[in-house]
């Protein structure tokens, strides 16, 4: 299937995870998703826009948060300042994630740390995967010297993003694959 035909028919969720490493271990700072499916033409160019249908943004607090009025031993939110512990972020994202194809840059750095988590809480994240870091060195090859997701994304996209925007890496990488899949002449079976 052409990665055209796979953002027109499925559900893609495109994710960055935030880590820290202290005392040699990693940690989950947050976790960023948008959802898309589907094209929506523009100007008579058939693949122009993906289809937003959705946001996920989680700031991951290991201190004990406590809410006013709550159960000091099972809060696990803390509203104003939109902090969760990481069992509430993990259940939020696998629950916005649903069957979804999970779509990353560069996967190798948070995926372990991700499904490591999720096993921990017996969360399971075994969607299909697309890491848009190798598909774009499968079709660039040696014409690219820098693979960096904010070049890589200007390369292929004429849009510009809010920095400010929580989301903003998680937005860079869908809009990367639908970069890539526009400017990428193979079908891909292992998808």
């Not at 660039?140 to 920095?163: A, E």
């Amino acid at each position: 299937m052409h990665l055209t035909e796979l953002i027109e028919k499925s559900y893609i969720v495109a994710v960055d995870i935030g880590k820290i490493v202290r005392h040699g271990k990693s940690k989950i700072l947050y976790i960023s998703a948008v959802k898309v499916c589907g094209w929506r033409a523009c100007k008579d160019i058939k693949y122009d826009k993906l289809n937003n249908v959705g946001s996920f943004y989680r700031r991951i607090s290991y201190r004990r948060i406590f809410c006013a009025g709550a159960d000091s031993k099972k809060t696990r939110i803390n509203v104003e300042h939109g902090e969760c512990d990481l069992h509430t972020a993990l259940l939020g994202f696998k629950n916005f994630l649903g069957d979804a194809i999970l779509v990353g840059y560069d996967f190798k750095r948070f995926d372990s740390l991700l499904i490591s988590s999720g096993k921990k809480y017996k969360i399971d994240f075994d969607n299909r995967r697309l890491d848009t870091l190798d598909i774009a060195k499968t079709m660039f090859k040696d014409k690219v010297k820098l693979y960096d997701l904010y070049f890589l994304h200007r390369m292929c996209s004429c849009k510009y993003i809010q920095p400010d925007n929580l989301c903003y890496p998680a937005i860079a990488t869908a809009e990367l694959l639908a970069g890539l899949a526009v400017r990428d002449e193979y079908v891909h079976d292992n998808y």
